[in-house]
């Protein structure tokens, strides 16, 4: 796999959405990603190429576990607590399978900087170097203070804020702010109801 240093979105919004596939933060009961399907479903959905991954390979139950642990890492870095924790954790991530950077052409013929990944790498470990890098180039480009929780009532998503305006605060803003807005809708329809 080749990762772009510049396009650092993608690794950056799999770091929260990754973490909150978990069942600690799921309204649903169970684990979002129980079985390799489901994490192959979840991949093509964030635009991972499985034939660009893990040498083209499909995930297997062992990749599912380790993608489990790497979810709990991802969340790590994405709750830190000042810049140098979170740079200190991403690079470890990028680590994982990443190899020195490189300068190639991307497919309009320009010169972009591209991480690669070292052959025979796993699932998880591809993962973690794109996770990674697009968590650094998130800190670089937008700072720390994007890297929030969830502001809905009970929710215990994460994620990382990778809009142009910066005013994100939900980790699913149609299902967490939705609900939300559900919730304060019915609120002021009791209210309205009572004064009635």
């Known amino acids: 796999m080749r990762i772009s240093i510049t396009d650092y979105a993608l690794g950056a919004a799999l770091a929260g959405d990754l973490a909150n ?3 600690t933060v799921q309204t649903t009961p169970g684990d979002a990603l129980p079985t390799p399907q489901a994490l192959t479903r979840f991949l093509a959905e964030h635009g991972v190429r ?4 893990a040498d083209g390979r499909q995930p297997t139950g062992g990749d599912v576990r380790e993608v489990h642990l790497l979810r709990r890492e991802a969340r790590g870095v994405v709750e830190t607590e000042t810049e140098e924790q979170a740079v200190a954790g991403a690079a470890v991530l990028a680590g994982r399978a990443g190899l020195s950077p490189v300068l190639d052409r991307d497919a309009d013929g320009r010169w972009q900087w591209y991480v ?4 025979g790498a796993s699932v998880a470990e591809e993962l973690a170097a794109l996770i990674g890098v697009g968590l650094l180039g998130a800190m670089r480009a937008l700072g720390h203070g994007r890297f929030r929780a969830c502001a809905a009532p009970g929710c215990r998503g994460v994620f990382v804020d990778t809009s142009r305006g910066g005013r994100r605060i939900y980790c699913m803003p149609d299902l967490c702010g939705n609900r939300l807005n559900v919730a304060n809708h019915r609120a002021r329809q009791r ?3 009572a004064a009635q």
């Open 50 to 53: 499985l034939d660009a991954l």
């Open 191 to 193: 209210l309205g109801g």
């Open 116 to 119: 690669p990944t070292a052959p």
């Open 21 to 23: 596939t978990s069942p």
